[in-house]
């Protein structure tokens, strides 16, 4: 399978923050903006292997501002690293100031991963991928850590075989 870029997966998507999308603080409620993250993440890692994808894990969300009713919110996506059968997204989340310039600040991240499946649900191979921009290649890199954290927590890698994640914590020698 030939290398894809990860331009290839972006995704944008715009929706605005109705009354029924929030909670008693007349902000966006949080299940609400998870349910559009996922989606948005979820076509881009269909537009890397055009095949169907489903949600592994939820590796890190941040909700670092909240997003008033009202506001207009953008979530872009794009595919960082792919794996085997398996592949990491981010989400960005951006408001745009309605009342001065229009300018889009971020609010909220979130990295998705997805399980390119067939028919029958089972996991099937995803084409590789080749980073282009500075922050495209820094997500990659850091993308093998945190899949080693997500499997140690979901019970499916033992910790002394997460070398890289290991790297982090201990001196170089002690994490071979
Ligand atoms: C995700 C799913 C396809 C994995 O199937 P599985 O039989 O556990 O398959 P494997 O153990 O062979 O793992 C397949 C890939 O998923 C990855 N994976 C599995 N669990 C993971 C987790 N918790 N976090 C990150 N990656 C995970 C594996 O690392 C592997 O990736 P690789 O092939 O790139 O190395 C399966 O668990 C599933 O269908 N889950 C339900 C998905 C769903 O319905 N999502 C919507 C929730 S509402």
């Known amino acids: 399978m ?9 995704t944008v998507m715009t929706e605005i923050v109705l009354p029924n999308d929030t909670n008693n603080l ?6 609400q903006l998870l349910s559009w993250m996922d989606r948005c993440a979820a076509i881009a890692a269909h537009r890397h292997c055009r095949r169907t ?3 592994a894990s939820v590796n890190n969300v941040s909700f670092n501002e909240a997003i008033p009713q ?4 953008t979530l ?9 059968t398996s592949m990491e997204v981010w989400v960005d989340v951006f408001m745009e100031d309605q009342r001065g310039s229009g300018k889009q600040t971020k609010c909220n991240e979130a990295i998705y991963t997805f399980v390119a499946v067939d028919d029958l649900g ?3 191979p995803i084409p590789p991928i080749e980073p282009e921009t500075e922050e495209e290649q820094r997500r990659y890199d850091g993308a093998l850590r945190r899949r080693q954290l997500a499997l140690i927590l979901a019970g499916k890698m033992k910790p002394a075989e997460a070398h890289e994640l290991r790297a982090l ?3 170089q020698e002690d994490a071979k």
């Open 53 to 55: 994808v489903v949600t």
């Open 26 to 31: 007349h902000n966006l409620f949080g299940g």
């Open 76 to 84: 872009e996506s794009k595919v960082s690293r792919a794996f085997s």
């Open 169 to 171: 914590f201990l001196p």
């Open 122 to 124: 089972r996991p099937i």
């Open 70 to 73: 009202g506001a207009i919110v």
């Open 2 to 10: 030939n290398a894809k870029n990860p331009s290839v997966s972006r």
